[in-house]
């Protein structure tokens, strides 16, 4: 693993693309991230300085299950996917939307927008209910089949839940590739029948699964209330009990500062609460935005780093919370893996090892399960042998 992960830092420099390292176990994953960790100055000195202590601090809530990502529709933008900006424009040249309404069209809100882009398409259906629906018109915009490394990493994170405005399934189809199935709410239940473990994801604002239950203009957003309660009581619980780490959120949702009013009416005020709900990731900075949020938000921006493209420093950073947050480590037990451990760790893998040899630590005693349990994180197998080693 040592001597794959050198050559390709040293091929990376003549390399004008990135390298995927692809491994057969979950012990090669951890070995992989073990390795890296130890010589975090090659993979992450790209990152303005002190940010990868800040994803470090991220990192040790990640493994303590407490943070949950956010995720808004800069995430998908690297796969394709419109900004919302965008999306308005797509749908008025689908619509047709007339050259003497176009002037004064961007100067209105998005939610307006996209109410007067929805009336002149229910107008042009009339009584044809065959036709395509306002819903599966801005389905077809989200319609990527390949996603970037920002949903892939983010689902690589040790979080049971996820949160997101975005209508695309680029993060359900990363967590399913890695092996981090997720059931969709509110479309999907938490069935036992569904191997997504206690895994879920709030599509917050619809999905194109659902054309319909896609949220985007200024009535969807008024009668939001009175038909997702529970899906924002949910977010409010989050904010209150976890940190939520918010990527490709511009934080000018409305329906989220109504969430986050009613969060700061029910938690009493803290002296020195900086950032007690969450931290954004940004690309650039924009002090006026941490001030108004100062007192529940903490920002990273990715500015001051030696990329020029702001966007590829959140993916790095975005790698380096990640590897930091793979508390695994399966490679130590596992078979055939002795040989990648220095004189220290051998001595501590036979020791461990020499605890499934005493009588005592066999039988059906509870205990005993507890100890294999504990065995098995750390990637022994029942079924290998390990007496030369021993």
Known sequence: MRAILDAILQELPLLA???VLVLQDEAAFA???EVRRANEVCYWSALPPGHLDQAKRLAHMARKGRLVPFMGSGVSISSGAPSWDGLLDELAQRIGLSPDLAA???????????NILQSQHESSRGSDDSSESFGSLVARSFSMEKYGLAPTLLANLPSEGAITLNYDSLFERASTDAGRNRAVIPHESMSPHIDTGSRWLLKLHGSVSQPDSIVLTRDDYLGYNANREALSALVKAHLMTHHLLFVGFGLKDDHFHEIVHDVRRAMPSRQGGTGMLGTVLTLNADPLQALAWSDNLSFISMEDSAQED?????????????CYSTASHFYFLAPKYEGGLNPKDKQLRREILKLKTLPAARGESSVVDVIDEMLRTLGWSENASYHEEL
């Open 17 to 19: 693309c990135d390298v």
């Open 31 to 33: 070995l992989a991230q």
């Open 104 to 114: 004064g069209f961007r100067k209105l809100s998005p939610l307006d927008r996209a």
């Open 310 to 322: 702001l966007a590829r420093t959140l993916e790095i950073f975005l790698d380096a919370l990640t």
